[in-house]
Every structure is written in C-alpha cells, then in structure tokens.
Nanobody, 121 residues
Framework: QVQVVESGGGLVQAGGSLRLSCVAS????????MGWYRQAPGKQRELVAS???????TYTDSVKGRFTISRDNAKNTMYLQMNSLKAEDTAVYYC???????????????WGQGTQVTVSP
C-alpha cells in the first residue's frame, strides 16, 4: 500500500504565503511523477503544478511566477511554495504521485486526502 499525506494548508490573507508538503510512503520502488492539483467549490479539479518523469516542471498559467514546486527525492516529499496568494487560489489542494511498486511495473496513481487553502480578500 501507498499512503500520500498533504499538510500545510490554512487561512491566509491575500498577498500572504503558504508552503504545502506532500509525503508518500509505503510500497514504493520509484516515484515517476508528482503533481499538485486543486479543486474549488463548484469547479473541476485542475492541475496546478507538476513534475514529469524527466524532472521538468509545469505550472498552470494562473500561478506562474507565484508558486514554486520542489521535491526531495530522498524523502519522497514534494512541496508547493505559494506566494502572493489571491482569493481565487482558495481551494482544496491535492497531491498526486505516480508510483512504481517494483522494477518494471506500471505506474499507479495515488491521491492524498487534500489540504484546505483559504485566502481572505
């Protein structure tokens, strides 16, 4: 089994910062992709930022220049530094990891339970 746990959410005023963390643990041979998603009330879940298996990063346009994704491979941990937060960033933020259970296996997606980020105007 694989467990994915996010932390770091909270309530912050517009213009403030938060740092989210995501830790993956369990039966992991390798992690080949990691990403942050968010879902606001009444909206579909959207990709915010991610690493590809090659290590490159992508960001949705609305967070470019404000959010930074990073990872510590030794700790199976990913971070999302969020600066200059806006009210429209309010959402539940989810971590997703693509895991190989053993060498040569397929990648399997695992989701965390989410962490709430609320930005007050």
């Amino acid at each position: 089994q694989v467990q994915v746990v996010e932390s770091g959410g909270g309530l912050v005023q517009a213009g403030g910062s938060l740092r989210l963390s995501c830790v993956a643990s369990g039966s992991i041979f390798s992690i080949n992709g990691m990403g942050w998603y968010r879902q606001a009330p009444g909206k579909q879940r959207e990709l915010v930022a991610s690493f590809t298996s090659g290590g490159s990063t992508t960001y949705t346009d609305s967070v470019k220049g404000r959010f930074t994704i990073s990872r510590d491979n030794a700790k199976n941990t990913m971070y999302l530094q969020m600066n200059s937060l806006k009210a429209e960033d309010t959402a539940v933020y989810y971590c997703n990891v693509d895991v190989q259970y053993y060498s040569g296996s397929h990648n399997y997606k695992h989701w965390g339970q989410g962490t709430q980020v609320t930005v007050s105007p």
